[in-house]
């Protein structure tokens, strides 16, 4: 949650953008979903649901690609920062959504192809048990834990390109 958070206010700092898009590196839309891509609506909009592939079919799903305004994202504070690694962002990032808008907007069609990749093994069953507790916490606390509170960290820009910026970014504040 906290690279998602920086991503955002980097982006923040640099565009002069309406929308993002939090989009999982190994996953393709066909080209039938790219049109939704910066769609600013009143609500966030989950361009992989549960009908655009077979791996999470379950509705509170809302992870994968994500697009919302960026006044929505300031509303549900971001995504918590207590998370790191693989999982359980996804979830917390839902029931803030869910609390703030009641409402989220998926399409009708299309659909993600995840990219083969070898996988990292999710760490260990402490860290499982970790996520767990972080999601409910993240409950009671989210309008306190996200982007509202993100400490300043110290960063690097190496490249600042049209389509790509490469920021190096001390994170060990973080995990004080």
């Not at 910066?38 to 992870?63: E, M, V, W």
């Not at 409402?103 to 996520?131: C, L, N, W």
Request: proline share 5%; aromatic share 14%; net charge positive.
């Amino acid at each position: 949650g906290a690279l998602l958070n920086l991503g955002f206010i980097i982006v923040k700092q640099l565009r002069s953008c309406l929308v993002v898009v939090f989009h999982d590196v190994d996953l393709k839309p066909d080209p039938t979903l790219v049109r939704f891509y910066g769609l600013a609506l009143n609500a966030p909009f989950h361009i992989n649901g549960p009908r655009q592939q077979k791996k999470y079919t379950f509705s509170h799903y809302f992870g994968g690609i994500v697009s919302m305004s960026i006044p929505q994202y300031e509303s549900i504070n971001g995504h918590p920062s207590g998370f790191w690694g693989w999982g359980g962002e996804d979830d917390a990032l839902f029931f803030r959504v869910a609390e703030m808008y009641r409402r989220i907007y998926r399409p009708e069609y299309g659909r993600v192809t995840e990219v083969r990749h070898r996988r990292t093994t999710h760490t260990s069953v402490m860290a499982k048990d970790f996520t767990k507790l972080n999601q409910v916490v993240d409950v009671y606390n989210w309008r306190y834990d996200g982007i509202s509170n993100f400490p300043n960290v110290s960063m690097e820009y190496v490249r600042n390109e049209p389509n790509l910026v490469w920021v190096r970014a001390d994170l060990n504040i973080l995990l004080k």
